[in-house]
T-cell receptor, first 114, second 115 residues
Framework: DSGVTQTPKHLITATGQRVTLRCSPR?????VYWYQQSLDQGLQFLIQ???????AKGNILERFSAQQFPDLHSELNLSSLELGDSALYFC?????????????FGAGTRLSVL | AQSVTQPDIHITVSEGASLELRCNYS??????LFWYVQSPGQGLQLLLK??????LVQGIKGFEAEFKRSQSSFNLRKPSVHWSDAAEYFC?????????????FGTGTRLTIIP
């Protein structure tokens, strides 16, 4: 158990809909990262938050947004869903201190868009 | 931009045989290097990491990896694989400067173990 909790585990929805994925980081970790794993794109970094502030952005679509709350949990919002958004979405957290810190991954949320 | 190459998409080895998974990175300086493993339906678990110092690093589950600066490689090895090692393995890098901490992953190598 990594200590990172993601809910829900599975999500099935229809095109055009909006969903929210939730992540609770390990106790004491200030950074939260979101990654997308799909068959055609592999594992791609989406966005990072550090202590409530956006720190880095990757290949995140405009239809997607995220935030980190004062209690440090994070949510990834996906809207106007398309079939191609079907993927496994991972959250990871790491303690403060820079790029050398280990990122601990949650078990992921599998999103299926029908 | 940094990149990670795992040239082997799929490797099959016999149980008890040795294993080497290849990883090459492209980056101007020495990045932080990681190997993660993903079992079916599971998240990513860290096997080992290299930041600096001794170029041969030991990880969990009997895995080790060797950093070779001259070859820009960070290959993962295990002397004797077990059936439970069947999984997908990802090499990843992080740039070493604070504030740019995203993991860049390779495409992964799927490991199959045969009896």
């Amino acid at each position: 158990d990594s200590g990172v909790t993601q809910t829900p585990k599975h999500l099935i929805t229809a095109t055009g809909q909006r969903v929210t994925l939730r992540c609770s980081p390990r106790s004491g970790d200030l950074s939260v990262y979101w990654y997308q794993q799909s068959l055609d794109q592999g594992l791609q970094f989406l966005i990072q938050y550090y202590n409530g502030e956006e720190r880095a952005k990757g290949n995140i679509l405009e239809r997607f947004s995220a935030q980190q709350f004062p209690d440090l949990h994070s949510e990834l919002n996906l809207s106007s869903l398309e079939l191609g958004d079907s993927a496994l979405y991972f959250c990871a957290s790491s303690p403060p201190g820079g790029g050398g810190n280990i990122q601990y991954f949650g078990a992921g949320t599998r999103l299926s868009v029908l | 931009a940094q990149s990670v190459t795992q040239p082997d998409i799929h490797i099959t080895v016999s149980e008890g045989a040795s294993l080497e998974l290849r990883c090459n990175y492209s980056y101007g300086a020495t990045p932080y290097l990681f190997w993660y493993v993903q079992s079916p339906g599971q998240g990513l678990q860290l096997l080992l990491k290299y930041f600096s110092g001794d170029t041969l690093v030991q990880g969990i589950k009997g895995f080790e990896a060797e950093f070779k600066r001259s070859q820009s490689s960070f290959n993962l090895r295990k002397p004797s694989v077990h059936w439970s090692d069947a999984a997908e393995y990802f090499c990843a890098v992080v740039r070493s400067n604070f504030g740019n901490e995203k993991l860049t992953f390779g495409t992964g190598t799927r490991l199959t173990i045969i009896p």
